[in-house]
């Protein structure tokens, strides 16, 4: 058994519990499948299968090629990311906790066999069952309760309410094509932290434009070159102008979930009698 933590998916709010769990000393290993699509990806440490490191409020993930190298990169006081969409590092390493953060409204293939301790955000797990503890993912008074049995809310399909706006915040791809960044009027590359006003281009998806929904804060915009398909989200826009600042930290929801994944795990170590946190 290796004692360390794996979380399956490093998109924005699974940096929220990734940030929380590595400062409160867990060793953490990621695994992203080969193209992720962040929205929010500059809060997203998923951006390393691109980039090969990337760093969100000052915890630093390093992409490697094998699982023989996460050592070294733990070492180093970063966080190893290794694309597996299969499960293959978590058979490897029998860890001692599984987390699963890849937030795709249904269970890709999480089995509470996996480790000691699972853990899964939102709908499409049933606690008890699928995974020892759920996390609600849904905005409201729920949002980050440990569920021991039973399953989280459904998903809607409506974004939550920010501002007064719920579904005109996100916005989907108008057609097939890669999307490619476009200049304001003063010049200035329109990307993630800009400015926008309902009916301005904010992208390009092959030759169709993409309107902005709202006037607010461009908080989400996917990755410039990757391929998207007609309805995928590809962009969030927050009607808080005072939220330009925080366009590159973890959210608020991000945070309230990652407090309910950390609770989950401890409680659960002192439950089952499982050692499950070395200091680095």
Request: charged share 20%; glycine share 10%; hydrophobic share 40%.
């Amino acid at each position: 058994m290796t004692n360390c933590v794996i979380v399956r998916g490093a998109g924005d709010l699974a940096t929220g519990t990734i940030v929380r769990l590595v400062n409160s000393g867990f060793r953490v290993l990621l695994t992203e499948c080969a193209q992720p699509s962040a929205i929010r990806r500059r809060a997203a440490l998923s951006e390393a299968v691109y980039d090969g490191v990337t760093t969100v409020e000052g915890v630093t993930c390093r992409k490697i090629d094998a699982l023989d190298q996460m050592e070294h990169v733990w070492q180093n006081g970063e966080v190893p990311l290794i694309v597996d969409e299969t499960g293959e590092s978590i058979r490897k390493l029998n860890p001692t906790v599984v987390v699963d953060a890849i937030l795709a409204k249904r269970n890709l293939g999480t089995t509470r066999d996996m480790a000691c301790i699972t853990v899964a955000l939102g709908p499409g797990f049933t606690a008890g069952e699928d995974v020892d503890a759920v996390i609600e993912t849904m905005r409201g008074h729920s949002l980050g309760r440990i569920l021991y049995t039973g399953a989280a809310i459904p998903n809607t399909g409506v974004p939550g309410v920010i501002g007064g706006y719920a579904k005109e915040r996100v916005i989907h791809a108008p057609a097939d094509g890669a999307l490619t960044l476009v200049t304001d009027a003063q010049g200035q590359t329109v990307d993630i932290g800009s400015v926008v006003h309902k009916d301005d281009v904010i992208a390009m998806v092959g030759e169709t434009p993409v309107y902005a929904t709202l006037d607010g804060v461009l908080r989400g915009l996917i990755r410039p070159g990757y391929a998207v398909t007609k309805g995928l989200k590809i962009a969030d826009i927050d009607p808080r102008m005072e939220q330009k600042d925080n366009c590159d930290t973890i959210s608020d929801k991000a945070r309230n979930i990652a407090g309910g994944v950390l609770e989950a795990i401890l409680h659960l170590s002192m439950q089952k009698g499982v050692r499950c946190l070395d200091l680095l």
